[in-house]
């Protein structure tokens, strides 16, 4: 099972909003709506922002949100901040007791 | 929640390192635990999932055969035994819990603990 397609990097200005694409296929992203996001700075653990589609743990600035539509989920992190520039990485449980969980690619975003 | 592996380090081709994670904070009995791996600049891998009462484990294909979840509730443990070890195995090894009890939501994470396949 190949990994979940995301952009390699978004871009955008302080204040702006930006959204990172999260594609998989009906046997993950589709299947389910286990579909969470982290952000990763280097040199630190992951860190849970969405889960279940668009929910966020306690915590989490109401800034970043979640969306699904068929075999594509989305994060939109608004309000952008300089503490948001970091790796964001999206994760579906699959149908398939191998992999049971697949990641995306990881997206870099930049605050410009 | 906190995890806390240890165990990693520097390992030849074909050699064996057991990492540990231990969890405080939660009834880690109740809680599906899992191992996530990132090589160096590239993105993140599940590789192995143990379920609270060890009755289901799954394993991703690159690791399957050669490495081995198991945990101890009684010490608030998670273990990996990594045996045959390749150059591609090199990453950082990350301990992560379900967030939820019987879903697949997502996950809190440890620290990670390098691991460093070469000869």
């Known amino acids: 099972q190949s990994a979940l397609t995301q952009p390699a990097s978004v871009s955008g200005s302080l204040g702006q909003s930006i959204t990172i694409s999260c594609t998989g296929t009906?046997?993950?992203?589709?299947?389910?709506?286990?579909v969470s996001w982290y952000q990763h700075h280097p040199g630190k653990a992951p860190r849970l922002i969405i889960y279940?589609?668009?929910n966020r743990p306690s915590g989490v600035s109401n800034r970043f949100s979640g969306s699904k539509s068929g075999n594509t989920a989305s994060l939109t992190i608004s309000g952008l901040q300089a503490e948001d520039e970091a790796h964001y990485y999206c994760?579906?449980?699959?149908?398939?007791?191998?992999?049971?969980?697949?990641f995306g690619s990881g997206s870099r975003v930049t605050v410009l | 929640v906190q995890l806390v592996e240890s165990g990693g380090g520097f390992i030849q081709p074909g050699g064996s390192l057991r990492l540990s994670c231990a969890a405080s904070?939660?009834?880690?009995?109740?809680?599906?635990m899992n191992w996530v791996r990132q090589p160096p600049g590239k993105g993140l891998e599940w590789i192995s999932a143990?379920?609270?009462?060890?009755?289901?484990?799954g394993y991703a294909d690159s690791v399957k055969g050669r490495f081995t979840i198991s945990r101890d509730n009684a010490k608030k443990s998670l273990y990996l035994e990594m045996r045959n070890l390749r150059a591609e195995d090199t990453a950082v090894y990350y301990c992560?819990?379900?967030?939820?009890?019987?879903?697949?939501?997502?996950?809190?994470w440890g620290q990670g603990s390098l691991v460093t396949v070469s000869s």
């Open positions: 994760c579906s449980y699959t149908s398939s007791s191998t992999p049971l969980y697949v």
């Open positions: 904070g939660f009834t880690f009995g109740d809680f599906t």
């Open positions: 279940d589609v668009n």
């Open positions: 009906n046997s993950d992203v589709g299947a389910y709506d286990y």
């Open positions: 143990i379920f609270g009462n060890s009755g289901h484990i």
């Open positions: 992560a819990k379900d967030i939820l009890i019987g879903t697949g939501s997502g996950f809190d």
